[in-house]
């Protein structure tokens, strides 16, 4: 049987070494975010629409489709409305993840939880992408307005992904954890936090921090490792078969 690993514990609290001290009582979590989910997710969707009809106004300003401010080329007035797609794209995306941190996915399956943590990102692609094909295969378009346009477009194309994307999403697990107030482990360049010192994940680590759930998912670390999710559906698992034996035995 393997050692256990022995690890430097840190508190997330006063960044003091607790290695050989007394464990420290988990403190109270922070207050959680709160707002209407619903709502933010609903504005989010009208706003990504308003963007997607920015982007067909543009299109058609492009191929002029559309007549008006004849003083400007149709290059530049495109851009003026993809300029209006990327604000809606961005506050959109904004209020989409906003709204996950309220009520957020189960990060059971993983590539749902990233589609549904990331969905801004797909918006961002939707919102740009068709201008830049359509402008390149364009044949009557001049080549100073496929240059600038297809630019100026995948530029904003790569704003708005970088903005929408969630570089910290907050899992349903983690929001759990936290308001359970459990103890758990990260480390300084992890991504995920940790239920049990022991977890197979750290034993490369050498040192580790221990705070509250609460703690954890403020210092980036919204979502639970997996090797301890798991383990932590069967302690529990087995938690309740023994209390069901125990009233059984007791009855």
Known sequence: MAEKKEHKIVSASTGKDVTNKPRPAASKPAAQATGNAGGLRVGAVLLWIAALAFEVVAILLMFEKITFLPKFEPIYKAIGALVLDLACV??????????????????KSPVKFWLWNNLGVIVSAIAFVPF??????NKNADKKSKILGTAVAAIFAIVAGLVSYDWNPLSKEALEQATANSQVYWTAHGKKFHLYEDCQALDRS????????????????????????????????????EALVEAAVNE
């Open 206 to 241: 050498d040192e580790l921090t221990m705070g509250t759930a609460d703690q954890a998912i403020e210092a980036g670390r919204g979502t639970i490792c997996k090797f301890c999710e798991k383990r932590y559906e069967k302690d529990l698992e087995d938690a309740t078969a």
């Open 132 to 137: 830049i094909i359509l402008l390149l295969t």
């Open 90 to 107: 961005i506050i959109g995306s904004l209020l989409w993840k906003k709204a996950n941190h309220i009520d957020p996915a189960s990060q």
